[in-house]
């Protein structure tokens, strides 16, 4: 069983670039998350994606953009950087819809200066 | 804001100690979560509790579900170093969406 991959590891970009996270969902697994974890805070939901459709979104602005591709891979992508989104970007994987364990890659640990 | 409060933000103690960590919120879920993360890599889950007053052990951590789906308390006897992480909770929503709390930061010192 194939676990949860997310590439890059880390990444700096500079204010007002653009960036791509990618994610690779556990196999089986066809519902995908992102969230945002800040230096010292707890995950906050970006977006899930359903059989490659938006399935929810947390309060994050349209410049935090998504994907999700047939074998339920996903992107997320980032316009217009700004300094306040450094963070460590989480992908999960789950099953459904219903309440089921997520399973989190190890992030992807972005830095804009 | 945080939907769920975690209490205490650090915990530092000796090897063998008992502790309890507590997760609060005035929102009921209809599940929720707990998850430790270690440097570097991402949360793993524990355990997932969904019924109002459940009690769920494993091994040396014993969990609980508040009456009113509202709060939940993780207990950990005889701390041992390899317990030493960030623990979340999270309150399960609509669509599989979790609100994470902030964590507790335990370190169990040998």
């Known amino acids: 069983e194939t676990g949860v991959t997310q590439s890059p590891t880390h990444l700096i970009k500079t204010r007002g670039q653009q960036v791509t996270l990618r994610c690779s969902s556990q196999?089986?697994?066809?519902?995908v998350s992102w969230y945002q974890q800040a230096l010292g805070q707890g995950p906050q939901f970006i977006f899930q994606y359903y059989r490659e459709e938006e399935n929810g979104r947390g309060n994050f602005p349209p410049r935090f953009s998504g994907l999700q591709f047939p074998n339920y891979s996903s992107e997320l992508n980032v316009n217009a950087l700004e300094l306040d989104d450094s963070a460590l970007y989480l992908c999960a994987s789950s099953l459904g819809q219903g309440p089921s364990p997520l399973h989190f890659g190890n992030g992807t640990r972005l830095t804009v200066t | 804001t945080q939907l769920l409060e975690q209490s205490p933000q650090f915990l530092s103690i000796q090897e063998g100690e008992n502790l309890t960590v507590y997760c609060n919120s005035s929102s009921v879920f209809s599940s929720l979560q707990w998850y430790r993360q270690e440097p570097g890599e991402g949360p793993v889950l524990l355990v997932t509790v969904v019924t109002g007053g459940e009690v769920k052990k494993l091994k040396r951590l014993t969990f609980q579900f508040g009456d009113a789906r509202k709060d939940s308390s993780l207990h950990i006897t005889a701390a041992q170093p390899g317990d030493t992480g960030l623990y979340l909770c999270a309150g399960g929503g609509n669509f599989n969406k979790f609100y994470f709390g902030s964590g507790t930061k335990l370190n169990v010192k040998p």
């Open positions: 196999s089986g697994h066809n519902t």
